[in-house]
């Protein structure tokens, strides 16, 4: 009996070691998977963490770039180039910021220091900003991110035909490009435009966001197209092509949106040194004249009364030998400039003009000569604030020049060409007009106050040792 009673109980207690040992297993499992759970949550959140440090400190190294570049483009307006660069510390040609113990979630801390090449630069000089951003963490190894951008000055004319309006071209109207500087070297002479240089890189563009605000009729056009968001019009026949040689109307190159600031370009104050005219130029004459006087740049500059313009006809000729700059600044509602019958503006090899004007311009007779053959050479600049400014071309006279005149209409009517660039309120093209843009004006440099910031021509993070040795000296500070 007594056997019978305990086997029972034997096998009861079986089962309940069998029942703990399989929670003490499962128990385990457990313990293990949430410890594997625990160390993936915190290797997540470590390298969610680390991500967020990286992307700070690209964020941070760029918005230093930003502080620099934005001192650089007050250079221009600023009492003096210490005064642009205020708060930086300048040492030779060398301006450097840091900013310290910067503050950031998860505490976080941060480092961040700038460094400019040349805060000063010359013209033409392409001076680097470099930035350097350190991350610390609360814990854990820190990290840095080291970004260096080239500057160039950012042209006006880095377009060809540009409108605030409408572009209207006639059915045998024809646009394209060439390079006057095809070496790179103003020294040597300019490259005049024929069929052996043309290219296929000029622009036209509105940033009208009208549809049909371009419409090119029957018109060739080597290059692209932009609008403000509007739809392009154009005939059977027309052309658009990015081959010097294309046929056909590739609807690929029309680019929207397109979007440009400009800005109305403002005259620089007249320097202590200027020639003054009160009287129109009817007469053939030749600038500089015996004893006109140059400004401390060099340049002469021709202050005009209002109601004394420049009015050439017959066989009359202004000739510009040198770098003249003239101001018809009290001019608006009337014409500055005119030009007919067979009289003409020619700019002499070696010579320079600009003018500023609020008045109209009026070029027609064998119009404005440039024995240059590059357009920055030949500047024309339409102040006028207003919408009532004209400047037209009629004849059969090939005009080399570049003109920034956003709140003027521009045509050419006949069969003279352009060559240079145009920024208009309205631009139309008739006849057997045609427009050749000269991609050296990309290289175009202006300090006049007319609208030349700073801009960056290279971008590059500075991943490699090599890259960032050589920059090792220059941050410490």
């Not at 409108?163 to 024809?174: D, L, M």
């Not at 050479?377 to 005149?405: E, H, K, P, R, W």
């Amino acid at each position: 009996m007594s056997c019978a009673t305990n086997r029972p109980t034997e096998r009861g207690g079986g089962a309940r070691g069998s029942v703990l040992i399989t929670c003490l297993l499962f128990s385990v499992i457990i313990g293990i998977a949430l410890t594997s759970y625990l160390r993936v949550a915190r290797n997540s959140y470590a390298m969610a963490d680390r991500a967020f440090l990286n992307t700070t400190a690209l964020t941070l190294a760029e918005q230093g770039l930003e502080e620099g570049l934005e001192s650089y483009n007050q250079l221009d307006n600023a009492a003096s180039p210490a005064a642009a660069w205020s708060g930086w510390t300048l040492a030779g040609t060398v301006a450097t910021r840091k900013y310290v113990n910067l503050a950031f979630d998860n505490g976080a801390t941060g480092t961040l220091q700038v460094y400019a090449t040349d805060y000063n630069p010359a013209a033409g000089a392409a001076p680097r900003l470099v930035a350097k951003a350190t991350l610390l963490p609360a814990s854990g190894l820190g990290l840095s991110r080291m970004i260096e951008i080239t500057l160039r000055r950012r042209t006006v004319f880095a377009a060809g035909l540009v409108a605030r309006g409408t572009i209207t071209f006639s059915s045998n109207t024809v646009v394209s490009s060439w390079d006057s500087d095809p070496d790179n070297n103003p020294a040597t002479p300019a490259v005049g435009y024929s069929a052996a240089v043309k290219t296929a890189n000029a622009f036209v563009g509105t940033i009208s966001t009208a549809d049909g605000a371009i419409n090119t009729g029957a018109g060739d056009i080597y290059g692209r197209i932009g609008t403000g968001g509007g739809t392009v019009t154009h005939d059977a026949g027309a052309v658009l092509s990015t081959s010097p040689t294309g046929t056909g109307w590739n609807n690929g190159l029309v680019n929207i949106p397109f979007v440009s600031n400009l800005d109305t370009p403002v005259a620089p104050a007249l320097p202590a040194t200027v020639n003054s005219i009160t009287s129109p130029i009817n007469t053939g004459v030749t600038l500089p004249r015996a004893g006109d006087n140059a400004a401390a740049d060099g340049k002469y500059y021709y202050n005009f009364a209002a109601g004394a313009g420049i009015s050439l006809t017959g066989n009359n000729t202004l000739t510009v030998a040198d770098n003249v700059v003239l101001y018809l600044q009290n001019h608006a509602a009337t014409t500055a400039v005119s030009v007919g019958g067979n009289g003409k503006i020619l700019v002499a090899s070696g010579g320079n003009l600009t003018v500023y004007t609020d008045g109209n311009i009026a070029i027609g007779g064998n119009g404005m000569a440039n024995a240059n053959a590059n357009a920055a050479s030949s500047l024309i600049y339409g102040t006028n604030a207003g919408s009532g400014q004209t400047i037209t071309m009629t004849g059969n006279a090939t005009t080399v020049a570049a003109i920034n005149a956003p709140n003027a209409d521009f045509s050419i009517t006949g069969n003279g060409e352009l060559w240079g660039s145009v920024v208009a309120r309205n631009i139309t093209l008739n006849g057997n007009a045609a427009f050749r843009y000269d991609e050296a004006l990309l290289d175009f440099s202006n300090t006049t106050g007319t609208g030349n910031p700073w801009g960056i021509a290279k971008w590059r993070e500075l991943t490699l040792s090599a890259e960032r040795v050589a920059y090792a000296a220059n941050f410490n500070f």
